[in-house]
């Protein structure tokens, strides 16, 4: 069964300090891989966008995400959070070519101490 | 500029009531999909249309309905029959397949008391 596993529900990160959020994915077509940011009330914006070729996609707001195959992840970085970078963050995951959806994960929440 | 737009941001009914959200796109896209957000639970397909006149189920359709009778308009009727309403209400739109992903409206947020 196709799914998107993100295994933390909620992060502390502190202003300055690195970020990774784990994103897994089980799908058996070649897959389309986005994260999505979402703050409090808002709808989801798109961060990046992963379709094929280099396996590091750079995005907005100083994000980036590696695709690794092997290991079935889709990992989204950034080097030094900001406080503004409190939000939840959304993996989903799509067949290439396809006419289906997009599966998203549960979400992980940042929260960023000053 | 081309967008999503949801409509209300908040509503209040009372329950037993059918309450209809808006979504509206001009963004010329073909697909558009109805989430249901609860906290902890991520987002769960509620509807999503491809097409014109022709709209699909997703995983938690109970006590919805739908219409697509516009390229632009996607409505969602939260029906009595829904048994616990009060949700985070959020409206996609794409175009046909996954390419290129979705864009969001910014949510309803529904409250029935």
């Known amino acids: 069964a196709q799914s998107v596993t993100q295994p933390d529900i909620h992060i502390t990160v502190s202003e300055g300090a690195s970020l990774e959020l784990r994103c897994n994915y089980s799908?058996?077509?070649?897959?389309?891989l986005f994260w999505y940011v979402q703050s409090p009330g808002q709808g989801l914006q798109l961060l990046l966008k992963?379709?094929?070729?280099?396996?590091l996609v750079q995005g907005i707001k100083g994000f980036e995400a590696e695709f690794k195959r092997s290991q079935s992840s889709f990992n989204l970085r950034k080097p030094s959070v900001h406080w503004s970078d409190a939000a939840e963050y959304f993996c989903?995951?799509?067949?290439?070519?396809?006419?289906?959806?997009?599966?998203f994960g549960k979400g992980t929440k940042l929260s960023v101490k000053p | 500029d081309g967008g999503i737009t949801q409509s209300p941001k908040y509503l209040f009914r009372k329950e037993g009531q059918n309450v209809t959200l808006s979504c509206e796109q001009n963004?010329?896209?073909?697909?558009m999909y109805w989430y249901r957000q609860d906290p902890g639970q991520g987002l769960r397909l509620i509807y999503y249309?491809?097409?014109?006149?022709?709209?699909q189920k997703g995983d938690i359709a109970e006590g919805y309905s739908v219409s697509r009778e516009k390229k632009e308009s996607f409505p969602l009727t939260v029906t009595s029959a829904q048994k616990n309403p009060t949700a985070f209400y959020l409206c996609?739109?794409?175009?046909?397949?996954?390419?290129?992903?979705?864009?969001f409206g910014s949510g309803t947020r529904l409250t029935v008391v």
């Open positions: 996609a739109s794409s175009y046909k397949g996954v390419n290129y992903g979705y864009t």
């Open positions: 249309s491809q097409i014109v006149n022709d709209f």
């Open positions: 992963y379709f094929s070729g280099d396996t």
């Open positions: 799908y058996g077509a070649t897959p389309y």
């Open positions: 989903a995951v799509g067949a290439k070519g396809s006419q289906g959806n997009l599966i």
């Open positions: 963004l010329n896209h073909d697909a």
